[in-house]
């Protein structure tokens, strides 16, 4: 069974870190694109971040540049996003998600991260930002 499961999320004060994690099992994580986008209430999912998606190899949305970091690590099946300096509207729900490495690189030339280009998404982990 396919699967993507995140963790790591939680509640958190302003300037504070979260490590999310998004562990796969019933397939390789290695030759997809991982997307991290996340969802407040009220609003459309946003793309935040993705690895092996871009010329460059990660691409971040501009809010969250200079404080976000995604990784991989192949041998254990699973990706991260290190979220440092973290402020209330970091608030949200996060989901990972798979992609094709050349169709979502060829959107991101044009800046776009859409989630209808992925695949198969966890069920999401909730990170709250507040004093």
């Known amino acids: 069974q396919v699967q993507l499961v995140e963790s790591g999320g939680g509640l958190v004060q302003p300037g504070g870190s979260l490590r999310l994690s998004c562990a796969a099992s019933?397939?390789?994580?290695?030759?997809?694109?991982i997307g991290w986008f996340r969802q407040a209430p009220g609003k459309q999912r946003e793309g935040v971040s993705c690895i092996s998606c871009s010329d460059s190899n990660t691409y971040y949305v501009d809010s969250v540049k200079g404080r976000f970091t995604i990784s991989r690590d192949n041998a254990k099946n699973a990706v991260y996003l290190q979220m440092n300096s973290l402020k209330p509207e970091d608030t949200a729900v996060y989901y990972c998600?798979?992609?094709?490495?050349?169709?979502?690189?060829?959107?991101?030339?044009?800046?776009?991260?859409?989630?209808?280009?992925?695949?198969?998404w966890g069920q999401g982990t909730q990170v709250t930002v507040s004093s």
């Open positions: 019933g397939f390789t994580l290695d030759h997809y694109a």
């Open positions: 998600a798979t992609s094709n490495p050349k169709i979502i690189t060829t959107f991101l030339r044009m800046g776009v991260m859409m989630p209808a280009l992925f695949g198969s």
